[in-house]
């Protein structure tokens, strides 16, 4: 019986490199026993140091595991995970356990709650005149806080950019705290990623001169409706789009409320995971899809700490059937997952087999991208598809490239350009990809037909 998923969607599952090379250990019949799947989860028992109860929810993939890691999903989900893709005649279909079916009712019961809040109305508010006493502090903490950074970035220029090469990244990093403290996180992060430039490639000077330029185009654009001088130039979805990259939240009710609805066939185009700068001990995961119907890209952010699950588990290298809800704003790209329709098929069960959409050559990707920008310019990752490129290597493979037909290439980033090649087989391929501005990150492959995820921890 199969669970709709393949051996790389598996892999894209993994925490880490350890846990995907360990999955792969377990995923043999002599390590499990009373292994079954019905239509609705897969189960097993492992034995390890005890005998520890592994299940797995189908409807969209969640694993639960006795064993003590706090890694989600740890070895054995994984190992339970390739036991039914490798070899499905090791896991017979049967009716739930007691353990597995208790599970599920729990975890159906809590996603009914989650979507009775998601449902219900936003509150109003208790004491009015308290919220525009903490708005007014807020806003005057935001606007101390700016006017030191733009001070501090004016004798940067003035003093001159060599300056920074040999200066720790403390530098950087008091400037983000203080940011903080004045209550602009949003802005912080923008400093935070100034530390990794100086120093960090030839061109590192215009580099760090352009995002010095992106901060200060937001400390202008955000003046110009944060003070009653002067006519209002910008619209409502830019006003949330500044105050956003500044630092204020919208709750879940506001986003509800004011975020367009799509709903569409995605293609879970694939993932990126990294550790967020401003905590050590949380992770960021970016899943990117785009509507087959819609035409437009969409970026689900969820967020880890101390390798706790996201709080949706989105596997990579398929279709979903969705209604997805965007954060209102200038450029509509953030969203979250607001109905997963009950007819719609497992991601595995839907793989990608259309023709890949995307610009046909890299100079229409860098116009589109130019267009996007001049709407929306702070936006550091982007989604890329192109249509039919070629990988590239020079140095004996210090370094890569993407090349179109017309001879114009893009730099790479990441590890996995030999995996990439490999599959290609130094043939024109449809890729999806995330970008930088500076490089692209390949997340997936098409060719002859088949979407393959390059990504994962294999």
Same mark, same amino acid.
């Given at each position: 019986?199969?669970?709709?998923?393949?051996?790389?969607?598996?892999?894209?599952?993994?925490? *880490? /490199? %350890?846990?995907?090379?360990?999955?792969?250990?377990?995923?043999?019949?002599?390590?499990?026993?009373?292994?079954?799947?019905? *239509? /609705? %989860?897969?189960?097993?028992?492992?034995q390890g140091s005890a005998l520890y109860q592994v299940r797995v929810d189908l409807s969209n993939y969640g694993v639960a595991c006795s064993c003590p890691s706090h890694k989600f999903p740890c070895k054995h989900g994984l190992g339970l995970?390739?036991?039914a893709v490798q070899s499905p005649e090791a896991v017979p279909p049967a009716e739930p356990p007691d353990w597995v079916a208790s599970w599920l009712a729990k975890r159906a019961a809590s996603q009914e709650k989650k979507q009775e809040q998601l449902a219900k109305p936003a509150k109003e508010t208790a004491n009015p005149a308290q919220q525009a006493k903490r708005a007014a502090q807020k806003a005057t903490r935001v606007d101390q806080g700016l006017n030191t950074l733009e001070l501090w970035l004016r004798d940067l220029v003035r003093t001159g950019l060599a300056s920074v090469e040999s200066e720790s990244a403390q530098i950087w990093e008091q400037q983000a705290k203080r940011l903080v403290d004045a209550q602009a996180p949003g802005v912080a992060a923008l400093v935070r990623q100034m530390a990794g430039i100086p120093g960090a490639s030839p061109d590192w000077p215009r580099?760090?001169?352009?995002?010095?330029?992106?901060?200060?185009?937001?400390?202008?654009?955000y003046r110009q409706f944060a003070t009653a001088d002067g006519p209002l130039l910008l619209d409502?979805?830019?006003?949330?789009e500044i105050q956003r990259r500044i630092g204020w939240t919208l709750s879940q009710e506001d986003i509800t409320a004011r975020g367009e609805m799509v709903d569409d066939d995605w293609l879970l185009l694939g993932q990126v995971v990294e550790q967020d700068e401003a905590h050590s001990n949380m992770l960021m995961q970016r899943t990117w899809l785009y509507g087959v119907h819609s035409q437009r890209p969409a970026l689900i952010l969820q967020y880890s700490v101390m390798n706790a699950p996201y709080p949706e588990v989105i596997v990579p290298g398929g279709r979903?059937?969705?209604?997805?809800?965007?954060?209102?704003?200038?450029?509509l790209l953030r969203a979250r997952i607001e109905i997963r329709h009950p007819a719609s098929p497992l991601p595995g069960d839907a793989p990608i087999l259309l023709p890949l959409p995307g610009a046909p050559d890299i100079a229409t990707f860098l116009q589109a991208m130019a267009e996007r920008l001049a709407r929306q310019p702070w936006q550091t990752q982007n989604?890329?598809?192109l249509r039919s490129v070629v990988p590239l290597c020079e140095d004996n493979g210090a370094r890569w490239w993407l090349q179109d037909s017309h001879g114009d290439a893009l730099p790479l980033a990441g590890d996995n350009h030999w995996?990439?090649?490999?599959?290609?087989?130094?043939?024109?391929?449809?890729?999806a990809a995330e970008w930088d501005g500076e490089r692209l990150r390949v997340m997936g492959v098409q060719h002859e037909g088949r979407y393959t995820l390059l990504g994962g921890n294999e």
């Open positions: 019986m199969g669970i709709g998923l393949t051996n790389e969607q598996v892999m894209a599952m993994a925490p *880490d /490199a %350890a846990s995907a090379n360990a999955g792969k250990k377990l995923a043999i019949p002599r390590t499990w026993q009373h292994v079954g799947c019905s *239509d /609705a %989860a897969l189960w097993g028992e492992c995970l390739l036991l580099r760090l001169l352009d995002h010095m330029g992106r901060i200060a185009l937001l400390i202008q654009a409502l979805p830019m006003q949330d979903l059937l969705a209604a997805l809800r965007f954060w209102p704003g200038a450029e989604l890329c598809l995996k990439l090649l490999a599959l290609t087989g130094g043939n024109p391929v449809a890729i």
